[in-house]
Every structure is written in C-alpha cells, then in structure tokens.
C-alpha cells in the first residue's frame, strides 16, 4: 500500500504511525479472538504497537508483507504474556502459606517467598498498566487519539493539529485537560 521504504522519505514517527493507522484494527480483531475479552484486547493491542515502536528502525528496512509478518508476530507475543499473566494470577490465587513448604524453624522458604513477590511486584504493574489503558478510554476519540500522537509517538502540537485538521492551540487544550484527566484517575487508583 504505502511502502517500501528505501524509496520513501519516511522517518520513524511517520512509519509508527502508518502502521498504527492500518494495522490497529486487525490487531485489536486477532487479540479479541484470542483472548475473548475487551479489555484484553485494547492491552495487547496497545503492548503490541508499543513493541513496534521499540523495533521501528527494524521495520523502516523491511517490505511491507514482513512488517505485517513482524507486526502480528509482536500481537502473538502481548497476547501470550497475557496469557500467561493470567496463569500467574491463577496460581497466585491459588497460592497460600497452608501449603507452602516450611523449613525445620516452620518459616517459608527464600525461593518460595522470593517468587511471590516477584509474582505480586509483576501483577501490580500490570494493574498500573491496565488501569492507565482504562484512563485513556474515558477520553473521547478525538482526545485519544491527540493523546497517544503525543504519548506514543512524540509529535509535537503543531504536527498533531496538521495531521487531524485542527488549530494547534485547540490540540494544546485538548491535551491539557485530557492530561489532567489522566492523572486525577491515576492519583484515584493510587491514593485509592
């Protein structure tokens, strides 16, 4: 469609962006099918354009049936890490001190309370994470999406409003109020 890009002058930003454009939707569609839930599937599809955002320069070198090879190989992979949370949740649940193995002082062993926190610490990121995506939907479309070229693709104002039709300082409102709207929900779930 729009690529191969060693004839484009097209930079990092501009591809992230392309490929957010096209692909989201498939994305989201594949990981709702395989994880058959909404909010699952609105994570993973944010992990996967964040795992295309870290290996852009990767992506500037290929064709466009690799990119899309190499996207939706970046949506199987957020999909297992869920899935796998998921399996650590469970276990997690599951877990408890009655049926932990004890030593001869009757206390829990280092390995096995080591790995429960590391179990915890990596749930309560998630939930950050996961809390954060929740924030972000609250916003309406328009700001959503002003949020995550700014966010995720570091454009500035004056690009954003170029790319969506819109004054720069309307898109500088815009993100203000809808900054301060994700950070009183953050501060909720944090302090709540």
Do not use: W
């Not at 392309?18 to 609105?42: C, I, M, P, T």
């Not at 290996?55 to 939706?72: A, H, P, Q, S």
């Not at 809390?131 to 004056?158: C, G």
Request: proline residues 1%; negative net charge; contains cysteine.
């Amino acid at each position: 469609m729009f690529f191969i890009l060693a004839s484009l002058d097209c930079d990092a930003n501009d591809l992230a962006e392309q490929l957010y454009l096209q692909y989201h939707k498939a994305v989201y569609r594949y990981h709702f099918g395989k994880l058959s839930d909404k909010d699952s599937a609105e994570y993973a599809t944010t992990d996967t354009f964040i795992r295309v955002i870290q290996n852009i320069d990767t992506l500037m070198t290929l064709e466009e049936e690799n990119i899309k090879r190499n996207i939706f190989g970046y949506a199987r992979l957020s999909c297992l890490d869920i899935m796998r949370k998921r399996k650590k949740e469970s276990h997690m649940n599951a877990f408890s001190v009655s049926n932990a193995q004890k030593n001869d002082n009757d206390e829990l062993f280092d390995d096995d309370i080591a790995s429960s926190c590391n179990i915890i610490s990596e749930v309560i990121q998630n939930e950050a994470l996961e809390h954060l995506v929740k924030a972000i939907k609250k916003l309406d479309e328009r700001a959503q999406q002003i949020v995550m070229y700014k966010i995720y693709f570091d454009n500035k104002n004056s690009e954003i409003a170029k790319k969506m039709g819109l004054n720069p300082s309307t898109v500088g409102t815009i993100l203000q109020r809808s900054l301060k709207i994700l950070r009183r929900e953050l501060e909720d779930y944090i302090n709540g």
